[in-house]
Nanobody
Framework: QVQLVESGGGLVQPGDSLKLSCAAS????????MSWVRQAPGKGQEWVST????????LYADSVQGRFTVSRDNTKNTLYLQMSDLGSDDTAVYYC??????????WGQGTQVTVSS
């Protein structure tokens, strides 16, 4: 059974940093591209970042390029998102997604990130 469990969200101030984690189980983690997708209050889903199977190749949305860093530890079956210089526009529920954009996509339950002074 596929499981994706995000953690690390919370309330931070503008300019702060935060690191999200996603613990994966129930599938061969190192065989899959993994992504982070977020959804802000009242808005649609926004793709944030994707990483390939061994972490060599990464992609970022323009809105987070240069501020966010995606990584993975295949020995721990864990996906990460290091976020820095956070602003109010980064307030959202962040989801870890296996196979994002495909018919076999699987989403975690999400972790809330709130940026507020």
């Amino acid at each position: 059974q596929v499981q994706l469990v995000e953690s690390g969200g919370g309330l931070v101030q503008p300019g702060d940093s935060l690191k999200l984690s996603c613990a994966a189980s129930g599938f061969s983690f190192d065989d899959y591209y993994m992504s982070w997708v977020r959804q802000a209050p009242g808005k649609g889903q926004e793709w944030v970042s994707t990483i390939d199977t061994d972490g060599t190749y990464t992609l970022y949305a323009d809105s987070v390029q240069g501020r966010f860093t995606v990584s993975r530890d295949n020995t721990k079956n864990t996906l990460y998102l290091q976020m820095s210089d956070l602003g109010s526009d980064d307030t959202a529920v962040y989801y870890c997604v296996k196979d994002w954009g495909t018919t076999t996509a699987y989403w975690g339950q999400g972790t809330q990130v709130t940026v507020s002074s």
